[in-house]
Nanobody, 126 residues
Framework: QVQLVESGGGLVQAGGSLRLSCTAS??????????MGWFRQAPGKEREFVAA????????LYADSVKGRFSISRDNAQNTVSLQMNSLKPEDTAVYYC?????????????????WGRGTQVTVSS
């Protein structure tokens, strides 16, 4: 399995921005062959889909709750995927997880992703 490490979380006021990054370690397969996703989990709630990007970067998916505010991108040369979060709301507060799957196509389902990072905390104050 690939190792994933997230960074960029923190505390921000409502309306502010944060950029999360996730770096994948070498796994024996090209990073471009893995679709990548961001998920989040708030206290007492199930882990939910936020955004995903295909191996090539040409296809993306977003949860309705973040459309127009969040943007996912990837740099296959650097083995990184990023999540730009703008116009943050208190309800965006959660631990954010980076995930990868051994297929190029995007999906929103938690169980389609085989490797997960440890997560990074995002807190949005009102």
């Amino acid at each position: 399995q690939v190792q994933l490490v997230e960074s960029g979380g923190g505390l921000v006021q409502a309306g502010g921005s944060l950029r999360l990054s996730c770096t994948a370690s070498a796994s024996g397969r090209a990073f471009s062959t893995s679709a990548m996703g961001w998920f989040r989990q708030a206290p007492g709630k199930e882990r939910e889909f936020v955004a995903a990007i295909s191996g090539s970067g040409r296809s993306t998916l977003y949860a309705d709750s973040v459309k127009g505010r969040f943007s996912i991108s990837r740099d296959n040369a650097q083995n990184t995927v990023s999540l730009q979060m703008n116009s943050l709301k208190p309800e965006d507060t959660a631990v954010y997880y980076c995930a990868s799957r051994s297929r190029v196509a995007v999906t929103t389902r938690v169980y389609d992703y085989e490797s997960w990072g440890r997560g990074t905390q995002v807190t949005v104050s009102s």
